[in-house]
């Protein structure tokens, strides 16, 4: 039975962020579309390892199991790829029984007009121009970068973290950070605590993993059993007393995080390998480091943060 795609939290994904497809890209490089191609059918049977992206997928599907009548989650795979070229993709979908179904085959294209399309609330590719892009239109997006990939099956929680400022929250407040000193942040922050910030790119993400959230409280409600699958955890740079404003502003959208870290200024990265979140967003890619390099990455390249020197007085908003 086919469920209305409006009343799902679609993510979208590029088949670079779902599977690891460094040595089909060494073809494609070397070889060109034609040679790219018939690597893929000579190779067709052999299912392609699993990407940075595939153990958050895999856990974020797991929500339907859980709610079957009312299956509120979709994951659609958008691939820069033709449709015979993408058999591979869909075959290794099966392989490692992933419950997608729904793709678009753009054939070099880039995906970013279809995301609303999709009613997707994120799209995940490692392919940086496509995400930058979408960003610019004012789609949700995020580049997937390398890591080492950790899927551990006996871990059945879904952890995701996001920062804030430029993520869930516009960039206003980094705005003013770079701008001036730290005691100008705080007072700017603690004068507009109860003027709650403005969405970022990711804040209709974050809304709708609440809406699941409840969800799962209720089924915990009806059975004291129940194990929700669900985590949530906001890791930001904030301390106090800008603190105040980020709880004001979730309040106000009536939403929360199971887990909220103001760090001041340390690295983040301490956190995360505690946390050991499945994907972590974040706007600076300074702060999309990890010395062992198991902590998957996404960076939203969105605001002031990502603003080159030379446009720092320009918008980053393409005209359409």
Do not use: C
Request: negative net charge.
């Amino acid at each position: 039975m086919a469920y209305p795609i409006e009343q799902k939290l679609v993510i979208a994904i590029a088949s670079s962020a779902l599977f690891n497809l460094a040595e089909s890209d060494g073809v494609f490089q070397k070889e060109g579309p034609i040679g790219y191609r018939e690597y893929q059918e000579e190779h067709l049977d052999e299912p392609l390892d699993k990407g940075v992206a595939f153990p958050f997928v895999r856990r974020f599907l797991e929500i339907n199991k859980r709610f079957p009548d009312k299956r509120p989650v979709e994951v659609i795979l958008i691939s820069r790829n033709s449709a015979i070229t993408g058999k591979r993709v869909f075959r290794s979908i099966a392989h490692h029984g992933l419950d997608i179904s729904r793709a678009a085959f753009l054939e070099g294209k880039s995906p970013y007009p279809y995301i609303p399309a999709f009613n997707a609330s994120l799209f995940l590719s490692s392919n940086e121009k496509d995400v930058t892009t979408a960003i610019g239109y004012g789609y949700p997006a995020g580049t997937v970068l390398p890591s080492r990939v950790v899927d551990d099956d006996t871990d059945t929680e879904l952890r995701i973290a996001f920062d804030f400022d430029g993520v869930i929250a516009d960039d206003a407040a980094e705005k003013v950070f770079q701008q001036g000193e730290l005691a100008a942040f705080h007072e700017h922050e603690t004068s507009r605590l109860d003027i709650p910030h403005s969405p970022g790119p990711l804040a209709d993400l974050f809304r709708k993993l609440s809406l699941l959230q409840r969800l799962e409280d209720e089924a915990r409600r009806i059975d004291a059993s129940y194990q929700p699958i669900l985590r949530t955890a906001i890791v930001t740079a904030r301390n106090a007393p800008s603190h105040e404003r980020v709880i004001k502003t979730l309040e106000h959208w009536g939403v929360e995080a199971n887990e909220m870290f103001f760090l001041g200024g340390m690295k983040k990265e301490r956190i995360l390998t505690v946390l050991k979140p499945h994907i972590f967003f974040d706007d600076q890619t300074t702060h999309l480091e990890s010395e062992a390099g198991n902590i998957p990455m996404v960076h939203i390249p969105f605001g002031v943060a990502n603003l080159k020197a030379d446009d720092a007085s320009t918008t980053s908003t393409p005209k359409v």
